[in-house]
């Protein structure tokens, strides 16, 4: 397997190769610094794996990923980087990565995870995982009483100001006040906007 690594820090770069180049059947293809380089590369022989660095200047890696998959949708492109937040895991796998990795990720785990990303298996770190799939509060809720938060739940969970008021023994217009003021606290616009912001997707 020819492996490709772009990163601009030259550190990485030489202990990623030296890491890779012990393994019989992974062969360091180039070490390089820059997305434009890559592209060059990628026009002359495509590699069968890229390890890509998301933070590089001129370009980054995934405007680098975004273009080498537009020319060859069938290249295989790992991330490698700092950045382990939702934003840019999301546009990195938008751009067309297979997989993200963390730096902090022990390297002896590497050479293995790449292979399974060649056999197709779609491979993240655990920590990325996490990050994925909880749920991010909103920073309005914290300045919720209990009582509002409950009304935010039910809100979320599709009940009406009435359904609200009979699970909760209020008034139906108790509740209707109380979202108006959960709403102004929530900077929300209406109660579909109320509801995504409890459930982590607003």
């Given at each position: 397997m020819n492996v490709l690594l772009v990163d601009d820090d030259k550190l990485i770069l030489q202990s990623l190769k030296i890491t890779l180049e012990k393994e019989a059947d992974i062969t360091v293809a180039g070490a390089i610094t820059d997305g434009h380089q890559a592209?060059?590369?990628c026009k002359e022989d495509l590699p069968d794996l890229i390890l890509m660095d998301i933070q590089m200047p001129n370009i980054?890696?995934?405007q680098t990923t975004?273009?080498?998959k537009e020319d060859y949708p069938n290249a295989t492109?790992?991330?490698l980087t700092t950045f382990a937040d939702r934003e840019h895991i999301k546009d990195?796998?938008?751009a067309g990565a297979s997989g993200y990795l963390l730096k902090t990720d022990p390297l002896s785990e590497l050479a293995p995870k790449l292979r399974l990303l060649k056999s197709g298996t779609g491979i993240m770190s655990a920590d990325v995982l996490k990050e994925l799939t909880t749920p991010r509060?909103?920073?309005g809720l914290?300045?919720?009483t209990p009582r509002e938060l409950d009304i935010t739940r039910l809100v979320a969970e599709g009940l009406s100001n009435k359904e609200i008021a009979a699970t909760l023994f209020l008034s139906e217009g108790t509740v209707r006040n109380r979202i108006v003021v959960i709403m102004e606290k929530m900077d929300v616009k209406n109660r579909t906007?109320?509801?995504l912001a409890y459930s982590g997707e607003g």
């Open positions: 592209l060059e590369i980054n890696g995934i975004r273009l080498i492109i790992m991330m990195a796998m938008a509060q909103h920073p914290k300045d919720l906007q109320l509801g």
